[in-house]
Structures are given as C-alpha cells and as structure tokens.
C-alpha cells in the first residue's frame, strides 16, 4: 500500500508529493514561465547541425565507455550554455548521447528533473 503524504500545496492527503490536481497547475505554471525551445537557441540551423553531428557520431558516448553499443539521439552540451551562444556552438562542447544517459546527466546536472540548481544552493545534505 502506497505511503500517505500530504499536498504540499493544497495539504490534502494522497499517495504523492502533490495532489493530482494541484501538480497539474505546477507543471503548467513551470511549462509557461520557461522560454521556448526557439527562444533558448533551439533553430532550424541548430536542428541541422544536430543532425550532422549525430551523423558523424552514431553511438552514445557514455554507453560506448562503458563497453555497450547503443545508438545517440541527442546532442548534449559537456557544459550548458545556458543562453550563451558562443557555447552552444562550441562544437568540442557537444557529445552525443543516447536519451536515457541524456536525461540522467541532466537530473544530476540541474538538480532533478523540472527543478534548477538554484534551489539546491545552500542546502545541506540531511537538513
């Protein structure tokens, strides 16, 4: 049986952090309070380059370390550019990735999927 917890917004109890009405107006609200995929860089000249770049390196970079062949399907960026259009073209900033590994160095990254490192900043494991 599922753990009871409370909403952390409504206070209601259910069996996650937040009810499931209450997590649907957070996600809409993070959906519209982050910038486009076009606004963050994200072009048609990107998608070209992308594909390119996946041409010319089929296998997930990660996988291919670790002794496994796994097709990439995505270019990541070593380091985020975060709006720095000098680093998002910096072409030794890109790697290619399969999705999964992809989405693990992105939630080490920025502290989980859908929260910024910025509410990490100060905290203290255990507190």
């Known amino acids: 049986m599922p753990l009871a917890r409370r909403c952390g917004a409504c206070h209601t109890t259910h069996s996650a952090?937040?009810?499931?009405t209450c997590a649907?107006?957070?996600a809409a609200r993070s959906e519209?309070?982050?910038?486009s995929a076009?606004?963050?860089?994200?072009?048609?000249?990107?998608?070209r380059a992308r594909a390119a770049y996946l041409s010319r390196n089929p296998l997930c970079r990660t996988c291919r370390a670790a002794g496994l062949i796994v097709p990439s399907?995505?270019?990541?960026?070593?380091?985020?550019h975060r709006g720095d259009a000098g680093l998002m073209w910096e072409q030794t900033?890109?790697?290619?990735l399969?999705?999964?590994?992809?989405?693990?160095?992105t939630s080490r990254e920025d502290g989980g999927f859908g929260r910024g490192q910025s509410r990490r900043i100060g905290k203290v494991r255990g507190r």
């Open 17 to 20: 952090t937040r009810c499931p």
């Open 24 to 26: 649907e107006k957070f």
């Open 32 to 35: 519209a309070a982050r910038p």
């Open 38 to 47: 076009r606004e963050r860089g994200y072009t048609s000249r990107w998608r």
């Open 73 to 80: 399907t995505v270019v990541d960026h070593v380091t985020a």
């Open 93 to 96: 900033n890109w790697q290619a």
């Open 98 to 105: 399969c999705k999964p590994c992809h989405d693990k160095k």
